[in-house]
């Protein structure tokens, strides 16, 4: 049987292709990166279309506008408790953790959009914001997980960079839909973009959670007196041991070749 220990010197030569934004659209990342940046745009879209222009809204409802700055403080901080404990592997996971907070914020807006009630119209701006602040998190929890380490810096960068539109688009679209007087449409299309999240969630379809992530550091197997670990290009030498080129798979599924130590 063979054991692999931790070798003497590790050789990782430099990458001159490192941290390219067109890698994220090459073939193996291609998917990931598309329905990840959908999920992401739609988000903001979501999130920007409730925090601009709801104060606005509920005051031609007769509701307090103040109400909305009162109402982020006290359902953002208990949903992100909620996230932090149903994204554990555990519980709920990344994705599935990600679908739960879409379906209820969209349950929230829709019920908002068509109670006409003022006491359950503030209790849904309270689960709104309970459910949509914590989606951010869940994002960044997990969209770091399902790329690999080459690549996780520039995707992180993409991403930002793909949210950064809706607020642009987001303002015209909310002076239009506020400007018809139907005070349904509005929160209905606000649920729209949730719904839509929700849908693009299942084009996710890499669960990081307990499982290996693709990177430098992922512990392969534990011999009697340290670690191999994967590095994508290095080569593992052990000059006083007997070796043998040795092509180790690792917890995400691919493979590394190291000259390893044979025991």
């Known amino acids: 049987m063979k054991h692999f220990f931790l070798a003497d010197n590790i050789v990782c030569p430099p990458q001159a292709k490192r941290g ?19 999920v992401w745009f739609l988000q903001s879209m979501g999130f920007w279309s409730v925090t601009m222009y709801l104060p606005e809204y509920m005051g031609t409802l007769d509701i307090d506008p103040y109400l909305n700055s009162f109402s982020v403080f006290i359902g953002e901080i208990p ?14 996971g990344r994705i599935k953790c990600l679908r739960f907070f879409s379906f209820f914020t969209a349950l929230g807006l829709l019920l908002f959009a068509f109670i006409d009630v003022k006491v359950v119209r503030a209790i849904c701006v309270v689960l709104v914001f309970f459910f949509m602040v914590p989606i ?31 607020g642009i688009i987001t303002a015209f679209l909310g002076a239009s839909v506020l400007s018809t007087n139907i005070t349904w449409l509005y929160p209905a299309v606000a649920a729209s973009f949730f719904c ?3 849908l693009f969630t299942f084009g996710l379809r890499t669960e990081p959670a307990a499982h290996g992530l693709i990177d430098s550091k992922d512990i392969l197997e534990t011999g009697a007196t340290g670690l191999v670990t994967e590095s994508e290009h290095c080569i593992k030498r052990a000059p ?15 493979s590394v070749s190291c000259d390893v130590e044979i025991k």
Not at 80 to 91: F, G, H, R, Y
Not at 241 to 254: R, S
């Open 20 to 38: 390219r934004i067109q890698e994220l659209f090459s073939r193996d990342l291609r998917g990931q990166t598309i329905f990840a940046s959908v």
């Open 79 to 92: 949903g992100l408790l909620l996230a932090m404990v149903l994204i554990d592997p555990s519980k709920l």
């Open 136 to 166: 951010y998190s869940i994002l960044n929890t997990f969209t770091p997980e399902v790329f690999p380490t080459d690549h996780r810096s520039i995707a992180m960068a993409w991403m930002y960079m793909v949210i950064a539109f809706p």
């Open 196 to 198: 839509l999240q929700l």
């Open 240 to 254: 006083s041991q007997e070796t043998e080129l040795a092509d180790i798979p690792t917890a995400n599924g691919a």
